[in-house]
């Protein structure tokens, strides 16, 4: 089975093959695809009002200065980074968002959810792990406040850390179809000379349409 996914050209469009099971997925991919659909739901949910209610630990004054995929990337490169971890950063998203529907996957959040999500579910899913020092270095913040995000972190999921391999497969294929529908609609938005308002209103359309698990919080 080929570990690293193939390109074909189609009609003069690039289309992308990927396996068909996560583990077997090259993590630079894996990498990609979910920090575009990270950037999304970004997208959507930096529309949603600040307010005293809903903001958190995790909350920045301003965006960092480093972009979400050069942050994952970076994250995934010096902390070693296992092609589970990434995929259960989604499950984990979720399960926060089902617990306190105030929280949302933001600009301002996004950074410090993911480096604290990393750290968390390299020590419940991996055998070998960095120190807090180590993930805060590479995550660019102190390690006080990156113990201080962890257990905040735990406590907002319950300590609910445990995925099993099905449920990450679910994750992967719904990942998959979510960049192959994304992948549909830039050429169809191309093909019919659509602006960028009509593109988001006509992608949240076929996400909130979906009966399986909500990416959006």
Not at 93 to 114: A, G, M, N, W, Y
Not at 186 to 197: R, T
């Amino acid at each position: 089975m080929a570990t690293e996914p193939s390109t074909t050209a189609m009609n003069d469009t690039e289309v992308i093959q990927v396996p068909e099971y996560f583990y077997a997925v090259d993590i630079s991919y894996l990498t990609h695809m979910i920090a575009d659909m990270l950037g999304r739901l970004i997208s959507h949910n930096d529309l949603i009002p600040l307010t005293p209610s809903n903001l958190t630990r995790f909350h920045s004054r301003t965006p960092p200065n480093i972009s979400l995929n050069d942050y994952l990337r970076r994250i995934v490169k010096y902390a070693s980074v296992e092609k589970a971890c990434l995929l259960v950063l989604l499950i984990y998203i979720d399960r926060v968002c089902e617990l306190h529907p105030q929280f949302t996957i933001s600009s301002l959040t996004v950074h410090r959810f993911l480096i604290t999500a990393v750290t968390v579910s390299s020590k419940s899913l991996c055998d070998s792990y960095c120190t807090n020092s180590h993930y805060a270095k590479v995550g660019g913040i102190s390690t006080q406040e990156l113990n201080a995000l962890e257990l905040e972190f735990l406590r907002l999921i319950d300590w609910n850390l445990s995925s099993s391999g099905p449920v990450l497969q679910q994750y992967y294929i719904n990942l998959e179809e979510e960049e192959e529908e994304e992948g549909a609609e830039m050429q169809e938005a191309v093909d019919g000379g659509d602006d960028e308002e009509q593109k988001t209103i006509r992608h949240f359309d076929k996400l909130l349409q979906r009966d399986w698990i909500p990416y959006i919080a």
